[in-house]
């Protein structure tokens, strides 16, 4: 990024939705900031109510970085993943949003080819993608792959978005960008990020891709269930029909 970070005038807030991460926020807070030198950011952990004491490390790291740095906006039981994204953009003061997850399944390393990208191309959203060249998964079991690889097929086939990873989350956002759209989105749950993508295609939003490898969880186990699933199919339908 050299000479690009330093004219870099933007303000990133990076919003982090947490439930039992205890072991993995640490690591991730470190790389966050080993990877973006010279970048104004402000890290936003939306967590719900973890019972692990994911914000008994939050309040730590806060001592380490500062409370201007890593600001802890925690809900009081869990409420689904769209929502916490939702939570913590109330609380952004950057003109870019960044949306990861905790568990390193999202490397901070790709984060200045998030900024690069979007700089270059001036697009206003910038989502990660496992589905081209250079992208990939790592670490999943047969059945994941073919549901991750099915949802997108399925989206795909019926909407047309023109996006090559529909249900990925790792993705840059303009704010104000994703303050419209989020404004139209209905979902609670997993579903949101196939919702808002769709939803900011139909705008006319401009959206650019950057390669991603998805590599699964060593610490912990994930929170998507059979039910996010069939909230998934919900949302598929809803919005065939409405847009
Ligand atoms: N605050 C909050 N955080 C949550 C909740 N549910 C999950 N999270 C957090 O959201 C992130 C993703 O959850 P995982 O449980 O690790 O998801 P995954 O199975 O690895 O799914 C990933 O891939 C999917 C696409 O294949 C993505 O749709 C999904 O967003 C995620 O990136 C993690 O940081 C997790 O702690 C919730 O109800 N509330
Ligand atoms: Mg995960």
Known sequence: MGNEQ??????????????NERLNIALLVYLIFKHLPNVNFEIIVVDDGSPDGTQDIVKQLQSVYGEDRILLRARPKKLGLGTAYIHGLKHASGNFVVIMDADLSHHPKYLPNFIKK????GAD???????????????WNLMRKLTSRGANVLAQTLLWPGVSDLTGSFRLYRKSVLEDVIGSCVSKGYVFQMEMIVRAT??????AEVPITFVDRVYGSSKLGGSEIVEYLKGLIYLLLTT
Request: overall charge positive; proline content about 3%; hydrophobic content about 25%.
């Open 202 to 207: 139909r705008k006319g939003y401009n959206i």
């Open 118 to 121: 979007q700089m270059e191309t």
């Open 125 to 139: 959203i910038v989502t990660g993608t496992r589905y081209v060249k250079g992208g990939g998964v790592h670490g």
């Open 6 to 19: 330093k004219e870099n005038s933007n303000k990133y807030s990076i919003i982090i939705p947490t439930y």
